[in-house]
């Protein structure tokens, strides 16, 4: 299959569909090793979840060249990482254990020089990504061999032993990790197998959760469990524990706060781990201080007997251990970065895994330290399943209403609108928001807050329909609650400003800007970082509008003050750069626009690092300006990097991700290539209508753009009713005489008169200026909320 297509998936079978153990891995292991002559490297990766394929893929980053990579964040070695490989064709990378087969789309289009090699417990999700091969059990015979293989090391058994091997695998019903498990605790122990037999307990627990699978592995890690107790308490503890967390790259210092003497501590879980490795339990990693823990073990090991004493007992030290190893609060993000990359993985798999309402405070504080390091970090995702867990505990304990509750309802919605998931940030907000009503009541603080953050994901979708009157209510009510120059109603009118500017309605944002950055002025001060972020916004608005004889000195005076209150590499004061950048570029000030971007990419990427948003932003940004220059030589290749880690860091459907793949084919049309700009236009515009919907603002762009490839590429028979009804629909949506509007009327006209119907052009054209097209462009980095969203 690997020789046909470049790319295979090795499934299991219907008859074990979903389960464990089955030997995917394995099948996969030997086929690297039996062929690894063949590539230029080969590299595995688990693929459980995207942050453990980008560990995945920074490790590598680490291998091939560690003395950069010992100072480099994970996002810059992954970036790097993928980098190599585009460069170096002829490799095998190995994804294990895949749980959404769509997740790997990225990478396969971005790495086409090499084989994808993938295992998953899923049979389904593969017919567009490549053909897979069922794996089922083994059979009685191969079975019966594999056990006597690793029982009695390679020596041929008696006609007796090789009949109790036959009996025996039945039992396990041919699973190839039971077998393997049962032949380690037979040759650790020296036990025969006829006593084994006899001393296996029939299952797990009548009683007890778990598939036929679990329960076979667990009736042979029982009596191993046994004979490790006896020869070091220790390592069943460490094993408890590590049931707990992710299943792969677990530290071995994570574990060594669980050791009964603080002084011998290193040495003692290093004994204990080296007895689990004796008993094929885990497996320790020859190059890092690391160890694994298969995936079914742990359900197992986290599936307690009706019986048990202490039920939660690997959950309580897995708790204890992750606590001890947290990096001290308020350090540098960047100091503390490596040390929340090793740890973010295990906390995680400890939020998934947790029983409802059995989490403590000493949990949650640890799930809200976590999800607060992720967005500070720009891996807004990896929030996302830690705020869900806070909430399923605070539904459970304190009710569905309860005020903390609702908290952590409305940050759950907060953190899927920061990564993009629009689709399920709004409904929860309008939940929220519909209880925080009934409970707290319409004018609560809270609740406009609540009110506050729906309002901005329908700006984000592009709904202004909605957006706008809820904006202008909730200004109102915090007027009436708070005051007029509260700084929460100072936010409200900032973002109502804001929401203005963005339909286009410029005669009501600029002067609503203008008396909110005097309010600002007057309450916080000329300094305060509010006021530089409504300073900013005002300069953005008189740009777009237009007046860059204010724009222009406003953001200069803007970026002297941030430089001089928040410092040359604060994250404001790059978003100002990046914005007066915009500013230079749109008043055709070239030599100024591109020094400054490349001055604060190389800041962003010091600062946040090399695949933050923030400075995936400002690389598209560049990119843009490239290709404005002319300089399409390195506008293409920046662009196609660019996107490549769009898709990485934030997803294949993320709006800024769309933008990117925007740009790249606004870059091959203008480089000529159309056989690559018309495909690429097309499905970025179908993504669009899918994401933000029919009549955004940027699916109107899209759909204007690829109106205008049809045109340039000659074909008039769909380039003229895509802009027709583009036109149409920007008139509904921004207005008749929003720029956008006039832009997509102008190129109606222009298709008109290269189709011979003047009698249609005439009246469109109102002017002989140059076709627009309004394409993706440069993006200012936006920062029209300066209240934080969380009522906290």
């Given at each position: 299959m690997l020789t046909s297509s470049g790319d295979a998936a090795v499934t299991q079978a219907g008859a074990v569909h979903g389960l464990g153990g089955i030997g995917k891995s394995t099948l996969v292991l030997h086929y690297a090793v039996r062929y690894r002559d063949a590539y230029t490297l080969v590299w595995w990766i688990n693929a459980e979840t995207p942050e453990l394929i980008e560990a995945g893929l920074a490790a590598l980053a680490t291998r091939l060249c560690p003395h950069w990579a010992c100072g480099a964040t994970i996002e810059q070695r992954t970036a790097w990482a993928v980098a190599w490989l585009q460069w170096h064709p002829g490799w095998l990378l190995v994804f294990d254990n895949v749980e959404h087969p769509e997740r790997l789309r990225p990478y396969l289009g971005s790495l086409p020089g090499g084989h994808h090699l993938a295992t998953s417990r899923k049979a389904t999700g593969w017919h567009t990504i490549g053909p897979t091969l069922p794996l089922d059990l083994l059979g009685p015979a191969a079975s019966?061999?594999?056990?006597?293989?690793?029982?009695?090391?390679?020596?041929?058994?008696?006609?007796?032993?090789?009949?109790?091997?036959?009996a025996l695998a039945a039992e396990l019903g041919y699973l190839p990790l039971a077998l393997e498990q049962a032949g380690a605790y037979l040759h650790q122990t020296g036990k025969e197998i006829a006593a084994y037999r006899r001393a296996l307990p029939r299952m797990l627990s009548k009683h007890s959760e778990g598939t036929d699978p679990e329960r076979t592995v667990a009736r042979v890690w029982n009596q191993t469990l046994k004979a490790i107790r006896e020869r070091d308490p220790l390592a069943v503890t460490l094993l408890n524990a590590a049931a707990w967390l992710a299943p792969d790259n677990i530290p071995r210092a994570l574990l060594t706060p669980l050791a009964p003497d603080a002084d011998e501590a290193d040495d003692?879980?290093?004994?204990a781990l080296g007895v689990l490795h004796a008993y094929n339990m885990i497996t320790l990693?020859?190059?890092?201080?690391?160890?694994?823990v298969h995936r079914l073990l742990q359900v197992v090991l986290r599936t307690p007997a009706p019986d048990a004493d202490h039920p939660t007992m690997g959950r309580s030290t897995a708790e204890q251990a992750l606590v001890a190893s947290l990096p001290p609060s308020g350090g540098p993000l960047l100091a503390t970065m490596r040390q929340?990359?090793?740890?973010?993985?295990?906390?995680?798999?400890?939020?998934?895994?947790?029983?409802?309402?059995?989490?403590?405070?000493t949990t949650i504080n640890l799930f809200d330290r976590a999800a607060n390091?992720?967005?500070?970090?720009?891996?807004?995702?990896?929030a996302v399943p830690l705020l869900e867990a806070t909430l399923a505990q605070r539904v459970q304990v304190l009710g569905d209403t309860h005020p903390d509750t609702l908290s952590s309802r409305n940050n759950l919605a907060s953190a899927c609108r920061e990564a993009g998931d629009l689709a399920r940030a709004v409904p929860l907000f309008e939940a929220t928001l519909a209880q925080y009503e009934q409970?707290?009541?319409?004018?609560?603080p809270d609740t406009l807050i609540c009110r506050n953050n729906l309002a901005g994901a329908y700006r984000e979708t592009g709904d202004r329909v909605r957006a706008v009157p809820l904006l202008e209510a909730t200004l109102a009510q915090r007027v009436q609650v708070l005051g007029d120059t509260h700084p929460d109603t100072l936010s409200s009118r900032n973002n109502l400003a804001?929401?203005?500017?963005?339909?286009?309605?410029?005669?009501?944002?600029?002067?609503?800007?203008?008396a909110t950055l005097a309010q600002y002025e007057q309450v916080l001060g000329d300094t305060h970082p509010d006021t530089l972020i409504c300073r900013n916004n005002l300069a953005s608005a008189y740009q777009e509008s237009g007046d860059r004889v204010r724009a222009v000195p406003l953001l200069e005076a803007t970026l002297a003050q941030r430089v001089q209150v928040l410092g040359d590499t604060h994250p404001n004061t790059l978003i100002c750069r990046n914005n007066l950048a915009g500013a230079y570029r749109e008043a055709g000030d070239r030599v100024r626009a591109v020094p400054l971007l490349e001055a604060t990419l190389a800041q962003w990427e010091q600062v946040l690092g090399d695949t933050h948003p923030n400075t995936l932003i400002c690389r598209n940004n560049l990119a843009c300006v490239y290709r404005e220059s002319g300089d399409l030589a390195r506008a293409v290749p920046l662009c196609e990097a660019t996107l490549a880690q769009y898709e990485q860091v934030l997803g294949d459907t993320h709006p800024d991700t769309l933008t990117s793949r925007h740009n790249l084919a606004c870059a091959y049309q203008e480089s000529g290539d159309l056989?690559?700009?018309?495909?690429?236009f097309e499905a970025t515009l179908a993504q669009y209508e899918q994401v933000l919907g029919d009549t955004h603002p940027d699916t109107l762009r899209s759909r204007n753009n690829l109106a205008c490839v049809y045109r340039e590429a000659g074909d008039l028979a769909r380039a003229v009713p895509l802009f027709e009804a583009t036109l149409a629909q920007y008139e509904q949506v921004l207005g008749d005489t929003h720029p956008n509007t006039l832009s997509s009327r102008n190129n109606l006209a222009s298709a008109y008169r290269e189709a011979g119907d003047l009698a249609q052009a005439v009246p469109l054209k109102e002017s002989d200026e140059p076709d627009a097209h309004p394409s993706a462009g440069a993006t200012p980095i936006g920062q029209e909320t300066p209240v934080p969203p969380s009522p906290q």
């Open positions: 019966a061999d594999l056990l006597c293989e690793i029982a009695y090391d390679r020596r041929t058994p008696t006609p007796e032993q090789r009949e109790e091997a036959e003692a879980v290093d004994e990693s020859s190059h890092t201080p690391t160890f694994s929340w990359e090793e740890l973010m993985p295990h906390i995680t798999a400890l939020a998934t895994n947790l029983p409802p309402a059995s989490a403590t405070d390091q992720a967005r500070q970090a720009g891996q807004k995702a990896r409970v707290l009541g319409d004018t609560h804001s929401a203005y500017h963005e339909a286009g309605d410029r005669v009501r944002a600029v002067p609503l800007f203008e056989a690559r700009a018309v495909p690429l």
